[in-house]
């Protein structure tokens, strides 16, 4: 990321109006991004970054900041990141290893002290990285514990298509009913493949969890549902609705609008009440899991 793009960025996220706000940076690349945030007045950086060749910048942004940008050599798509967020326990007391001092804020408000930013990979594991952080943010858990944290996310072109595309469109799937019951997305800016060192088309999107929470169901079977249905998003949902299990057509009464609908025009409202439905139904299947597996297997034939 050029330097330009990097200070843009910096001031679109308004880190110079939240000086007490700290960053939790995934996938900083050689950290032009980071020393920007720094400069801006962020209060701390924690950067999260695998590759071995960024290691020598980063650590020297670390050295030069006195304090105030940290760098942690380990991949967050892969590896649990929840002890660098580590709150006030009774055995730990009040400093956590990266952030001390940070505690729960009640959900009505957006979490004041800490965001999370992050340059998405434009790979199956930049896919991961994203369907794990909406999952967090559905469920409240790892950083979301804390609040409601702002999420900054650099994605590609092609990501951002899968991730924000409305009903009826064919980039739509599931990790873009995921996002739109997880968090408000708005598009922050689009420097242009000039301002990148690889050739992707990256672009800015902030990401606000909603404020109250749009399941009727827990996120497990939602996931199911979802992953199931789209096995052939094409087809409408009176024809898929057998890979919910066997018998599971008896839903389609159940439910109060147009079962003739293709699976990808339907909207996260119509999939939040599919999930309901089918979590009230006594003879869903009970090993969900297996039956993912299977359904996913079949559409790849």
């Known amino acids: 990321m050029s330097e330009e793009a990097a200070n843009n960025a910096a001031r679109e996220m308004k880190i110079k109006e939240n000086p007490g706000r700290s960053i939790l940076e995934l996938y900083p690349g050689p950290g032009q991004l980071t020393r920007s945030m720094a400069l801006a007045g962020a209060k701390k950086v924690v ?19 006195e304090g105030r940008i940290q760098n942690f050599q380990m991949n967050p798509a892969v590896h ?5 967020l580590e709150i006030e326990s009774k055995d730990r007391g009040e400093e956590g290893r990266a952030f001390p001092g940070l505690k729960p804020q ?25 369907h794990d952080i909406l999952i967090s943010a559905i469920e409240r858990m790892g950083i979301f514990q804390l609040g409601r944290v702002e999420m900054y ?8 298509k899968r991730l924000v ?7 739509r799937n599931r990790v873009t009913i995921m996002a739109e019951i997880a968090a408000e997305i708005t598009p922050m800016m689009a420097p242009g493949l000039q301002h990148f060192y690889l050739p992707y088309d990256y672009q800015l999107l902030k990401l606000v969890p909603h404020e109250k929470p749009k399941l009727d ?76 597996i299977l359904h996913e297997r079949r559409g790849k034939r």
């Open 153 to 160: 996310m650099f994605c590609s072109k092609a990501a951002i």
């Open 165 to 171: 595309a409305p009903p009826g469109t064919p980039s």
């Open 217 to 292: 169901t827990s996120f497990e079977i939602l996931d199911f549902c979802l992953r199931s249905l789209f096995t052939s998003k094409a087809f409408s949902l009176k024809k898929n609705i057998k890979l919910l299990g066997p018998g599971a057509e008896i839903l389609l009464s159940r439910l109060s609008f147009d079962t003739d609908i293709k699976v990808k025009h339907m909207t996260w409202e119509q999939f939040n009440e599919i999930a309901a439905k089918f979590e009230q139904w006594p003879l869903r299947p009970t090993t969900l899991y297996d039956d993912m």
């Open 106 to 130: 009640p959900w009505d408000k957006v979490y004041p002290d800490l965001a999370l930013v992050a340059s998405i990979p434009n790979s199956l594991l930049g896919e991961k990285l994203i």
């Open 80 to 84: 649990p990141y929840d002890e660098l």
């Open 47 to 65: 950067t999260l970054e695998p590759v071995e060749v960024f290691q020598e910048s980063l650590k020297s942004l670390e050295l030069a900041s």
